[in-house]
């Protein structure tokens, strides 16, 4: 990868080491910084470039042998740089001193203060994101992912606090004015993002694997949710140390729960932070919850390989983190959880996923050129982590399970301490695939599915002498020109089949009558069949006789037809009262969630009757089987859909439904009788639409109360469910009082952009209060572009120039949701081509 394509510090200074001291004030917030940077510098120069963020440096010199000189600074805000000039110049080894003072500010990103509460009072923490580039909001530094260094950091706290950082404490000794000075110890070789502070009060749980040291730490108060993850985190570590070959090198690690974060969490290396609804539950939490827990702490581990120990050169090569993360984290949950039906959910809900972003002809490549940290933050969506983790789950298929394993074991060892490329990633898999005498194309079939656009649809014509198949590129709006190297498994009345279709149209031989394509949908594309192969397929569904996950490709492929205005309604509700109804999981949640869509998208019209009686019939017949009870023996996935069910055919008016609802919710007002846990959301939902703004005081209070972070977000959904709109506006209103958390803030307006009865108040309330939504998210929390994906769900031209034309001012906009507006526009404009259609 050639660095003069990005916009860089370029190569002629490199850190080697930084020793830092943080000396943090809880009560003006503002942390001062001694730092001493030790560089290499390989030609002569007179100033050295670093980056810097809203940060005051209050004096720097240059230290180069005997010679000491004092170093003027030029401050470059647009581009978050700081130059240090001096008179002499240096080369060889050179130590950077700096005195500096950040700001800990309340935006969740550098090193930020989060509040909690303790005794009926506020308290503080301090904790750091530093992911994509804000280590630089923090300490001035070299904040690029290829200038790997090691750190040895210092706090200076009140003795009354305690810190944490990546490595174990070296040790303690006091210092002036009742303070204490913790220090570290070194650091590996690692990037600036994955460094890691904190400063405050907390409790723990702790445990070991073998010489490793885990906790799972929390503010004061919630260590009893933590012994969960930590059982968790501990089975996950033990299992990617057996498959990677690689023992995490470090001495601890812990897990960390942070009342405010932008992220879901984050790998820092040794102290990985998480939104506390992401790592903290027990025995009570609900079946999903327990599994969001699972996988996210699944996924954060293994960027402790992928991401940490070999970290992608430039954020080109993002997914060479994210979507190894997103892929190996179903597989430790798989073996701990065998009943969770774990590669079938990565399958059903990240390829769905990825589908419906990479459907768009707006969306990017997994690896995309990047000049500048705010292009970065714009990345981590659905391409970089389900569309890359799908295409590495077809890799997998393509090459092997043995083989795919021993060539990330290559990959990871050649690597180890340094950083990669996209290519290194497909030598080590081709490298491993010669060693077993595999003849395999790993370089020319990754290259073009990594760095393409979009995804291929197969189109399947019966020929004389068997079947004919065309790819085009997939595309909501239309099909287009497209060729990819695609590794293939089908089915055909002869049996099982591969082959690798490289061009456009190939013939199959097969003197069958049909034939199913994407074999256990390890292939990351979209197929189209003539209605007499559709049928033969249905029937196999029906019968039993292809694989659940078969079932739900045909299912997906069709609704997808639909969903772009190919093929009409009528003939997806027919398809399925027909042959996909009490098939399993995933194909009946697949059901329930398309029918929801067009239940939603078509309110208003001739068809919404039609889909409010497919609901009732449907989605009735799947809630008399399941019963509003769990039963011995249930599989989760059952569990899970019992309270979509109940909450889609409330709306939809089921009016036994309604009652049996309204019972329960009144037995928990009027008895503190609980609610069963996996359906509890849905009942607090239903009481919202019937029972009306009456219970918002109640809601809101039963979030500000609540003991389960999962538990907060229910009573946030109720509160965006009401039917009346007196009670939204109040709502809408809330989202941004000091009562509910900044990281919270986008739930109630996402929610109630869905949301039948009240969906057209989000584009005033947003208009109103976009200065204010662009102040208080700064680009590293990646959170601003959630307030535009809300009005994907427009479907009239009307609204939607009312939101193109007020996004596409000047001041409106922002470079790292330019990518998400566009994205939207085109969404919307598929809906109106739906609804044109139908």
Same mark, same amino acid.
């Given at each position: 990868?050639?660095?003069?394509?990005?916009?860089?510090?370029?190569?002629?200074?490199?850190?080697?080491?930084?020793?830092?001291?943080?000396?943090?004030?809880?009560?003006?917030?503002?942390?001062?910084?001694?730092?001493?940077?030790?560089?290499?510098?390989?030609?002569?120069?007179?100033?050295?470039?670093?980056?810097?963020?809203?940060?005051?440096?209050?004096?720097?010199?240059?230290?180069?042998?005997?010679?000491?000189?004092?170093?003027?600074?030029?401050?470059?805000?647009?581009?978050?740089?700081?130059?240090?000039?001096?008179?002499?110049?240096?080369?060889?080894?050179?130590?950077?001193?700096?005195?500096?003072?950040?700001?800990?500010?309340?935006?969740?990103?550098?090193?930020?203060?989060?509040?909690?509460?303790?005794?009926?009072?506020?308290?503080?923490?301090?904790?750091?994101?530093?992911?994509?580039?804000?280590?630089?909001?923090?300490?001035?530094?070299?904040?690029?992912?290829?200038?790997?260094?090691?750190?040895?950091?210092?706090?200076?706290?009140?003795?009354?606090?305690?810190?944490?950082?990546?490595?174990?404490?070296?040790?303690?000794?006091?210092?002036?004015?009742?303070?204490?000075?913790?220090?570290?110890?070194?650091?590996?070789?690692?990037?600036?993002?994955?460094?890691?502070?904190?400063?405050?009060?907390?409790?723990?749980?702790?445990?070991?694997?073998?010489?490793?040291?885990?906790?799972?730490?929390?503010?004061?108060?919630?260590?009893?949710?933590?012994?969960?993850?930590?059982?968790?985190?501990?089975?996950?570590?033990?299992?990617?140390?057996?498959?990677?070959?690689?023992?995490?090198?470090?001495?601890?690690?812990?897990?960390?729960?942070?009342?405010?974060?932008?992220?879901?969490?984050?790998?820092?290396?040794?102290?990985?932070?998480?939104?506390?609804?992401?790592?903290?539950?027990?025995?009570?939490?609900?079946?999903?919850?327990?599994?969001?827990?699972?996988?996210?702490?699944?996924?954060?581990?293994?960027?402790?390989?992928?991401?940490?120990?070999?970290?992608?050169?430039?954020?080109?090569?993002?997914?060479?983190?994210?979507?190894?993360?997103?892929?190996?984290?179903?597989?430790?949950?798989?073996?701990?959880?065998?009943?969770?039906?774990?590669?079938?959910?990565?399958?059903?809900?990240?390829?769905?996923?990825?589908?419906?972003?990479?459907?768009?002809?707006?969306?990017?490549?997994?690896?995309?050129?990047?000049?500048?940290?705010?292009?970065?933050?714009?990345?981590?969506?659905?391409?970089?982590?389900?569309?890359?983790?799908?295409?590495?789950?077809?890799?997998?298929?393509?090459?092997?399970?043995?083989?795919?394993?021993?060539?990330?074991?290559?990959?990871?060892?050649?690597?180890?301490?340094?950083?990669?490329?996209?290519?290194?990633?497909?030598?080590?898999?081709?490298?491993?695939?010669?060693?077993?005498?595999?003849?395999?194309?790993?370089?020319?079939?990754?290259?073009?599915?990594?760095?393409?656009?979009?995804?291929?649809?197969?189109?399947?014509?019966?020929?004389?002498?068997?079947?004919?198949?065309?790819?085009?590129?997939?595309?909501?709006?239309?099909?287009?020109?497209?060729?990819?190297?695609?590794?293939?498994?089908?089915?055909?009345?002869?049996?099982?089949?591969?082959?690798?279709?490289?061009?456009?149209?190939?013939?199959?031989?097969?003197?069958?009558?049909?034939?199913?394509?994407?074999?256990?949908?390890?292939?990351?594309?979209?197929?189209?069949?003539?209605?007499?192969?559709?049928? %033969? $397929?249905?029937?196999?569904? &029906?019968? =039993? +006789? #292809?694989?659940?996950?078969? /079932?739900? @490709?045909?299912? !997906?492929?069709?609704?997808?037809?639909?969903?772009?205005?190919?093929?009409?309604?009528?003939?997806?509700?027919?398809?399925?009262?027909?042959?996909?109804?009490?098939?399993?999981?995933?194909?009946?949640?697949?059901?329930?969630?398309?029918?929801?869509?067009?239940?939603?998208?078509?309110?208003?019209?001739?068809?919404?009757?039609?889909?409010?009686?497919?609901?009732?019939?449907?989605?009735?017949?799947?809630?008399?089987?399941?019963?509003?009870?769990?039963?011995?023996?249930?599989?989760?996935?059952?569990?899970?859909?019992?309270?979509?069910?109940?909450?889609?055919?409330?709306?939809?008016?089921?009016?036994?439904?309604?009652?049996?609802?309204?019972?329960?919710?009144?037995?928990?007002?009027?008895?503190?009788?609980?609610?069963?846990?996996?359906?509890?959301?849905?009942?607090? %939902? $239903?009481?919202?639409?019937? &029972?009306? =703004? +009456? #219970?918002?005081?109640?809601? /809101?209070? @039963?979030?500000? !109360?609540?003991?389960?972070?999962?538990?907060?977000?229910?009573?946030?959904?109720?509160?965006?469910?009401?039917?009346?709109?007196?009670?939204?506006?109040?709502?809408?209103?809330?989202?941004?009082?000091?009562?509910?958390?900044?990281?919270?803030?986008?739930?109630?307006?996402?929610?109630?952009?869905?949301?039948?009865?009240?969906?057209?108040?989000?584009?005033?309330?947003?208009?109103?209060?976009?200065?204010?939504?662009?102040?208080?998210?700064?680009?590293?929390?990646?959170?601003?572009?959630?307030?535009?994906?809300?009005?994907?769900?427009?479907?009239?031209?009307?609204?939607?120039?009312?939101?193109?034309?007020?996004?596409?001012?000047?001041?409106?906009?922002?470079?790292?949701?330019?990518?998400?507006?566009?994205?939207?526009?085109?969404?919307?404009?598929?809906?109106?081509?739906?609804?044109?259609?139908?």
């Amino acid at each position: 990868m050639d660095a003069s394509k990005h916009d860089t510090l370029g190569d002629n200074v490199l850190p080697e080491n930084y020793s830092l001291i943080f000396e943090p004030d809880l009560k003006s917030f503002k942390t001062m910084v001694k730092e001493r940077i030790t560089c290499r510098v390989k030609q002569p120069t007179k100033s050295i470039k670093i980056n810097s963020k809203e940060i005051l440096i209050s004096w720097a010199e240059i230290r180069s042998g005997k010679s000491i000189q004092t170093a003027k600074v030029s401050l470059s805000p647009d581009d978050e740089t700081a130059t240090f000039n001096f008179k002499d110049p240096v080369k060889g080894k050179i130590e950077l001193w700096i005195d500096a003072v950040c700001t800990n500010n309340e935006g969740m990103y550098g090193f930020y203060r989060s509040r909690y509460s303790a005794n009926g009072k506020d308290r503080y923490i301090l904790t750091s994101q530093f992911e994509a580039a804000n280590a630089r909001a923090a300490f001035p530094c070299f904040d690029e992912p290829s200038f790997k260094a090691t750190f040895e950091v210092s706090m200076l706290i009140d003795k009354s606090l305690d810190a944490v950082s990546n490595m174990p404490v070296a040790g303690e000794s006091k210092a002036d004015n009742g303070k204490k000075l913790v220090r570290f110890k070194k650091t590996l070789r690692m990037s600036t993002y994955l460094l890691y502070l904190f400063v405050g009060n907390y409790d723990f749980v702790k445990g070991n694997l073998g010489k490793l040291s885990l906790r799972v730490i929390t503010v004061p108060g919630k260590s009893g949710l933590a012994k969960l993850p930590l059982e968790n985190a501990k089975s996950s570590i033990k299992w990617y140390q057996d498959y990677f070959g690689i023992n995490l090198p470090l001495q601890k690690m812990d897990l960390l729960a942070i009342p405010d974060f932008a992220a879901g969490a984050m790998e820092n290396w040794g102290a990985i932070t998480f939104r506390e609804v992401a790592l903290l539950g027990n025995d009570k939490t609900g079946i999903s919850t327990k599994q969001f827990i699972a996988e996210v702490i699944a996924h954060e581990l293994t960027h402790q390989w992928f991401g940490d120990l070999v970290t992608m050169k430039w954020w080109d090569d993002l997914w060479l983190n994210e979507s190894f993360a997103d892929f190996m984290a179903t597989k430790p949950v798989a073996q701990k959880f065998p009943r969770w039906e774990t590669e079938l959910q990565y399958v059903a809900e990240g390829a769905g996923t990825a589908f419906s972003a990479d459907s768009l002809k707006s969306t990017h490549p997994i690896s995309v050129h990047v000049n500048r940290p705010a292009e970065i933050d714009s990345l981590f969506d659905s391409i970089s982590y389900e569309k890359g983790g799908s295409v590495l789950y077809m890799l997998e298929d393509y090459v092997g399970k043995d083989i795919f394993r021993k060539g990330l074991n290559i990959y990871l060892k050649k690597h180890a301490y340094s950083n990669a490329e996209r290519e290194d990633l497909w030598k080590a898999i081709q490298a491993a695939a010669d060693m077993a005498g595999k003849r395999l194309e790993v370089s020319s079939v990754m290259q073009a599915w990594v760095t393409k656009v979009g995804h291929p649809i197969v189109e399947v014509k019966k020929s004389k002498n068997g079947f004919v198949l065309t790819q085009k590129r997939f595309t909501l709006l239309a099909d287009m020109e497209g060729i990819w190297p695609i590794p293939m498994h089908y089915l055909t009345e002869s049996g099982e089949h591969t082959v690798l279709m490289k061009r456009k149209t190939i013939e199959i031989e097969d003197k069958g009558s049909w034939i199913k394509l994407n074999l256990g949908q390890h292939g990351f594309y979209r197929a189209r069949y003539p209605k007499e192969i559709m049928d %033969s $397929l249905g029937q196999m569904i &029906k019968s =039993g +006789k #292809l694989e659940k996950i078969d /079932a739900w @490709g045909v299912e !997906s492929d069709l609704f997808s037809a639909v969903r772009s205005g190919r093929e009409p309604i009528d003939s997806y509700i027919s398809f399925v009262e027909e042959y996909c109804l009490d098939i399993g999981y995933p194909v009946d949640g697949n059901v329930v969630g398309h029918l929801g869509w067009l239940f939603s998208m078509t309110y208003g019209t001739k068809n919404f009757q039609k889909l409010k009686a497919a609901i009732l019939r449907i989605n009735g017949r799947y809630l008399g089987k399941l019963g509003w009870a769990i039963k011995k023996g249930e599989r989760e996935s059952d569990t899970m859909l019992r309270g979509s069910l109940i909450s889609s055919l409330g709306i939809a008016g089921d009016k036994r439904v309604l009652a049996r609802a309204s019972r329960l919710f009144d037995d928990y007002i009027n008895k503190n009788k609980e609610i069963e846990v996996n359906i509890r959301s849905s009942i607090y %939902s $239903l009481a919202a639409w019937t &029972k009306g =703004g +009456k #219970l918002f005081g109640r809601f /809101a209070q @039963g979030y500000k !109360s609540a003991k389960m972070p999962d538990e907060q977000r229910r009573f946030l959904r109720a509160l965006a469910m009401f039917s009346e709109i007196p009670a939204l506006k109040k709502s809408l209103a809330y989202a941004y009082t000091k009562n509910l958390r900044l990281q919270d803030s986008f739930i109630i307006p996402a929610i109630l952009s869905s949301n039948l009865a009240g969906r057209g108040l989000v584009l005033p309330w947003t208009k109103k209060n976009w200065k204010k939504l662009m102040k208080l998210y700064d680009p590293g929390t990646h959170m601003l572009g959630r307030f535009i994906e809300n009005f994907g769900g427009v479907s009239d031209r009307k609204t939607k120039a009312q939101v193109k034309a007020f996004f596409s001012k000047k001041e409106n906009m922002r470079e790292d949701i330019e990518k998400v507006f566009n994205q939207t526009l085109e969404r919307i404009d598929v809906n109106i081509r739906f609804m044109e259609k139908n």
